[in-house]
């Protein structure tokens, strides 16, 4: 068969199961989340020498500085905004921080695609971007899709048939993707280190939650 120039206009397209991606420049928290991110990164013990092939350093999780109160209470209300406008009864739960912490990559540093059990979504807040950059990529996350796919027509045109997704992301960019969507990050290419936070939020049933602390604080009810 050959491309028909005379398309049935008729014919009704309908796009289901979506994966939503959300994103908001806030670059006014920028330089105190860093502040507190690189005091964090200074307390945590690291290896001796870093991995030759993914040169990275990870911080402990920070959620509850006292610094970055205003940071992490927004960020915790557009993760329930994020889920809530999916269609998800959010009135029935609170998202809460499971964690937060720094992620320095250093020169062909990357991350392998990978997904995040246990949570509801992954946010990514980036500090520091040097040119070139690694880019998060986001992976289909349909295995009949991967198992059954066609060659694209053009891999750079964003299409149905797309495998793949990346973004150049910018300082204070604010990404958060469903944790069950494939994710990796390109190898960085520059001798200026790439810093971001990863954010891993939780939900759980309305008044369960201690937004401060990120963990269950309720007693047992006993009936």
């Known amino acids: 068969m050959e491309e028909n120039d005379n398309v049935n206009m008729n014919v009704e397209t309908f796009s289901f199961f979506a994966s939503p991606i959300f994103k908001i420049n806030m670059p006014e928290y920028v330089d105190i989340v860093r502040e ?14 870093m991995d ?11 959620h509850a500085h006292s610094k970055i109160d205003d940071f992490s209470r927004e960020v915790i209300q557009i993760a329930w905004d994020a889920l809530n406008v999916q269609g998800y009864n959010m009135q029935k739960f609170n998202t809460f921080y499971d964690s937060m ?8 540093s990357a991350m392998e695609q990978h997904i995040h059990s246990g949570i509801q979504l992954v946010g990514f807040y ?7 950059s690694s880019r998060l990529i986001l992976h289909d996350p349909r295995p009949g899709k991967i198992q059954m796919d066609l060659v694209e027509q053009d891999i750079k045109n964003i299409t149905f048939a797309s495998k793949m997704i990346n973004f150049e992301p910018k300082v204070g960019d604010l990404f958060f993707i469903p944790s069950w969507l494939p994710h990796s990050f390109s190898r960085h290419g520059n001798d200026e280190v790439l810093k971001f936070v990863h954010i891993n939020v939780g939900v759980d049933y309305s008044g369960q939650i201690d937004q401060n602390e990120g963990y269950c604080t309720n007693e047992p009810i006993i009936i």
């Open 36 to 49: 507190v991110a690189e005091e964090t990164l200074e307390m945590t013990p690291q290896d001796e020498e």
């Open 52 to 62: 030759d092939l993914y040169p990275t350093k990870h911080s402990m999780t920070f």
């Open 101 to 108: 912490w720094l992620q320095e990559h250093h020169k062909m």
């Open 126 to 132: 980036f500090l520091d971007v040097p040119l070139n």
